[in-house]
């Protein structure tokens, strides 16, 4: 559930009417809901409440400070994913204790900025990375705590782009080799071994690949423990998919998850830590277009937007679908007809939809993609010189343009001509 509803004819975002932030902030912009995004991080936080627990946002899924500190007053903690995204976290104000740092290849200096500006554990993907980690911290005079990530070798049964799971993939390291690396683990002198991570993949849609893995884990946890490793925690990653089209098959609820958590871990008595990005921020965001231009092609009509594959780039890069509904409602029983919708850029890979269908569109009319909240920002680039587009934050009756869209200028002058031209 959203709170971008219809009312009295056309869309609005919570308490404040979307055609009126579109006036005020000009198209395209991302539009984000804090009811929604305090609504899915409780959820989470209230499915995993039989036990001690830390929901750690997965910020890469959108990552703007007003994002963060809206969770973090919630008391989420963040999952980061490189010495940026860390950097960010505590800009938000979220307190080093609360902050996880996943990702496959950490370098020195990020380890250091974590290690110095505090850290609730890394999640260590490789037996070099533990060893760097080990030394860093040394060298620094401290401890860091780490769980392994563990590959389970199951089948997330999602899009292969976003599939992390399977022994073939690039995450983690095999579990079958597991109880060598924590011997190791143990070894090195700047670790301390605080539990288990796994992260089997994105967008899933089906609890029975993460109960698989996490039936692993807790295989897994009883065998260390017996090697003497003191296994306190569990970090089970994020994954659980949102319904990106209404008329699907929904996916699991948190709750589900939560109870499906409890049943397969509870037992062990281990703090529970869940990574969930994009069912906390992906339907807690729209992205607003225009249409430039109604073009009608032979046999197909185009709706040619301002916004573009560098503003959303899921649907080229993993052939994703988004709804896309128009800001002003429909009126009931109107004929609706095929539409190819389309981006300015000079890519034929620049199509969010083909032939989806649409009330009669003209030049001028809004349009919101829904679902466009996780993985929309936060992978959009500046290609053709187009600007990042602004990312505005509602809260009830008020919205603040929490990114403001540069200037042409700031864009440019970023590039800095060498003395010899
Ligand atoms: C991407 C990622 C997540 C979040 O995945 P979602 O599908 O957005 O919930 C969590 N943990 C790790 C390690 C990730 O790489």
């Not at 409780?42 to 899924?61: N, Q, S, T």
């Not at 301002?306 to 709804?323: K, Q, S, T, W």
């Not at 809004?366 to 600007?387: C, D, H, K, Q, W």
């Not at 869209?405 to 031209?421: A, S």
Request: with cysteine.
């Amino acid at each position: 559930m959203d709170h971008f509803l219809y009312r009295d004819g056309s869309l609005w975002a919570e308490d404040v009417s979307v055609a009126e932030i579109a006036a005020q902030v000009g198209t395209p912009f991302y539009l984000y809901s804090t009811a929604t995004l305090t609504r899915h991080f409780r959820l989470f936080d209230e499915a995993l409440d039989w036990g001690p627990h830390l929901v750690c946002y997965a910020m890469k899924a959108a990552s703007n400070q007003a994002i963060l500190k809206t969770l973090a007053a919630e008391g989420a903690g963040m999952d980061v994913v490189s010495g940026g995204e860390y950097a960010r976290a505590l800009a938000a104000g979220v307190p080093g204790d609360k902050i996880v740092f996943s990702g496959v290849g950490k370098t020195h200096d990020e380890i250091r900025a974590a290690l110095t500006g505090g850290i609730r554990q890394f999640n260590v993907e490789s037996e070099p990375e533990m060893r760097v980690i080990s030394e860093v911290a040394t060298s620094l005079g401290v401890i860091a705590p780490i769980t392994v990530r563990v590959n389970p070798d199951v089948d997330a049964k999602t899009h292969a782009k976003i599939a992390t799971g399977k022994s073939e993939n690039k995450f983690g390291i095999p579990i079958a080799r597991a109880k060598e690396v924590y011997a190791e683990a143990a070894r090195l002198p700047g670790l301390k071994i605080v539990g288990i991570d796994v992260h089997i993949g994105s967008q899933l849609t089906q609890l029975e690949p993460f109960q698989q893995a996490y039936q692993k884990v807790a295989d897994l946890t009883e065998a260390l423990r017996a090697d003497g490793h003191d296994i306190t925690r569990l970090d089970l990653g994020g994954g659980l998919g949102i319904p990106y089209t209404r008329s699907n098959e929904a996916p699991p609820l948190p709750t589900e998850y939560g109870a499906m958590v409890r049943d397969t871990l509870a037992h062990l008595g281990c703090e529970i830590e869940i990574e969930p990005g994009r069912l906390i921020a992906g339907n807690a965001g729209i992205l607003v277009s225009k249409v430039i231009y109604v073009k009608n092609g032979e046999g197909r009509d185009f709706l040619i937007l301002d916004g573009a594959m560098n503003d959303l780039i899921r649907p080229a890069m993993y052939e994703a679908h988004h709804d896309i509904v128009p800001v002003v409602e429909p009126a009931p029983g109107v004929e609706q007809q095929p539409y190819d919708i389309v981006g300015p850029v000079c890519e034929t890979g620049d199509t969010f939809a083909k032939e989806r269908m649409m009330p009669p569109m003209q030049a001028g009319d809004l349009i919101a993609f829904r679902s466009a909240g996780a993985y929309g920002a936060v992978m959009a680039s500046e290609y053709n010189t187009r600007p990042l587009i602004p990312e505005v934050l509602v809260k009830e009756d008020q919205f603040s343009v929490i990114r403001a869209r540069p200037t042409y200028e700031e864009m440019i002058n970023r590039d800095n001509v060498p003395v010899w031209l």
